[in-house]
């Protein structure tokens, strides 16, 4: 499906950066308009494949270009006040040409936590495409400003998206790297997941691809409803058939791929794409609507393969709305399952980050109380006082 994207902040920014690197690699051409909106001037200067006018500078009035910090109320007023300027740049984005608009950001910093629910409600007001986020979760080692921060914007994000697609950097992580290295690591892991799901959509039907071809209604159904999503992904390399060429003709092999094996592949994959690795873990069962793709070479896409695939994934989500098509492609060299968890609701990280922002309403709370009585004690010393007189 075709997309309008928008980064906000420095992790949405480089998300973007890189899903455009995906689009020109691939040929999937599903970008249709992209922005990085940031309060850092340095943050925008990093990008690599934004073009210069695409990079929008907000704030410079009042930071001056040095950013926000983690403070994400700055960064939403910030935003507010600066709407303007950042529809400006939509306006030379071909809208009418899109499916969907999708809002990246990190949600434990200062101006993507806070810009970005901002940016969502906007296009939401303006625009009668879709408007999906991209929320990413910080590492629960960053620190409590990150975490409640996170479980703020997550609160307000959701509710002003078409649904919000969740990539848990927790989750992600690996030992040993710099920090840099392993977001340069994370963000090729995670675009490539949101680069699949979204390019899906975008084959058109007919000449060399399979009939249950998965089309962008069927994205735009899985996440229709609203509330969180995940997304699971697994892969194997496959022998793929050589096509046309001189010595095609010759050859006496047959290259077409036996049957049972491409159903039992594409079974296997489905299992390990839902049982493994979730761009944000939960439990599978009580899952509204999913989505199965796989993707490949078209002599491997096998229609029991995915039929069985689909029934295993109703079993497991308990859904009576699991979807499941093709994605024909060729010269990757794999097979690969890509399983869309639309509106999951047993979701363990979600329910700790509830909890930090529940606790820290309290002790916000607690704070007012007490300073509210210190406040009437000193008035009640002043009464004392007056009396004195
Ligand atoms: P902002 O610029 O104020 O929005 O804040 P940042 O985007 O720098 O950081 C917000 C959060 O995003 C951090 O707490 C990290 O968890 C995460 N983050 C920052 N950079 C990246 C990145 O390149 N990739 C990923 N996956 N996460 C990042």
Known sequence: MKLALIGVGQAGGKVVDEFLAYDADTGADVVRGALAVNTAKADLRGLDHLPEDRRILIGQARVKGHGVGADNELGAEITEEDIDEIQGAFDSVPTHEIDAFLVVAGLGGGTGSGGAPVVARHLKRIYTEPVYGLGILPGTDEGGIYTLNAARSLQTFVDEVDNLL?????????????????????????????????????????????????????????????????????????????????????????????????????????????????????????????????????????????????????????????????????????????????????????????QVAVEAQNNLDEITDESEDRFSELMDTDDELESLF
């Open 166 to 354: 969740v990539f848990d950097n927790d989750a992600w992580r690996k030992t040993g790297e710099s920090v840099q290295e392993g977001y340069d690591a994370l963000n090729a892991d995670l675009v490539k997941r949101f680069g699949v799901l979204f390019s899906a959509g975008e084959i058109q039907h007919g000449g060399d691809v399979a009939e249950s071809v998965v089309d962008s209604s069927e994205i735009i159904n899985t996440l229709a409803g609203g509330g969180i999503s995940t997304v699971g992904y697994a892969e194997v390399e496959v022998d793929e058939p050589e096509r046309g060429g001189l010595l095609s003709r010759f050859r006496t092999e047959d290259t077409t791929p036996d049957s049972t094996e491409a159903t039992n592949r594409i079974t296997s994959l489905v299992r390990k794409a839902t049982l493994g690795r979730l761009t944000l873990p939960c439990e599978v069962e009580g899952t509204e609507r999913a989505l199965l793709i796989v993707a490949g070479p078209p002599e491997y896409l096998n229609r029991k393969g995915i039929e069985h695939g689909r029934k295993w994934l109703e079993e497991q989500t308990g859904s009576m709305e699991v979807r499941g098509g093709d994605y024909p492609r060729r010269g990757d060299g794999t097979v690969a399952v890509l399983v869309l968890l639309g509106g999951i609701t047993n979701v363990p990280r979600v329910k700790e980050l509830q």
